[in-house]
């Protein structure tokens, strides 16, 4: 008798374990989470025009609508207010698009625009919103430093977000 009483409740004890287990992913699968969200060590803070940090993701759905956002890591001694980069997209058709892209770090009275962290400012920025990549597969965003002052000063990181909609 008690051997079935002990069977009894393990039985409840792997349907309540079970239960949590499908809650918990049920709940994680309804938050959209980034295909990639990945930052690049800028090497001595200091970005040469022939250091393009580069990102490749996966997109499986092509009707589906992206946002595809640029991350920033700078420290306060950065000389400017900006930060204009060259941004390479390379698709599964291996043609591979340029554009240029200005980021804002600084308001006009000099007030870093990013998220304080200690000693260092992230910022970020949107490349593309509810952007439709043109066919699924494999794609690299490679990002190239844009200024005048080669090497750029107090830059620390550059990260890639995409995000489903």
């Avoid at 022939?50 to 595809?68: A, E």
């Avoid at 058709?93 to 625009?113: V, Y």
Wanted: charged letters at 20%; hydrophobic letters at 35%; a positive charge.
């Amino acid at each position: 008798m008690l051997g079935i009483f002990y069977l009894y409740r393990f039985k409840m004890k792997l349907k309540a374990f079970l239960f949590g287990i499908l809650c918990i992913g049920l709940w994680t699968s309804c938050d959209q989470t980034a295909i990639i969200n990945e930052n690049k060590p800028i090497e001595n803070k200091t970005w040469l025009y022939t250091s393009h940090p580069s990102f490749q993701f996966h997109i499986s759905d092509k009707t589906k609508k992206y946002d595809v956002l640029i991350d920033v890591r700078h420290t306060p001694e950065y000389a400017f207010s900006n930060l204009f980069v060259l941004i390479y997209q390379q698709g599964p058709d291996k043609k591979t698009n340029t554009f240029r892209k200005e980021i804002k770090l600084a308001k006009s009275d000099g007030k870093w625009i990013g998220k304080s962290s200690g000693s260092l400012y992230n910022q970020q920025s949107i490349i593309h919103q509810d952007y439709v990549f043109p066919d699924t597969g494999l794609y690299t965003i490679s990002i190239e430093q844009n200024m005048r002052d080669n090497p750029l000063q107090e830059i620390t990181d550059i990260g890639l977000t995409v995000i489903p909609k």
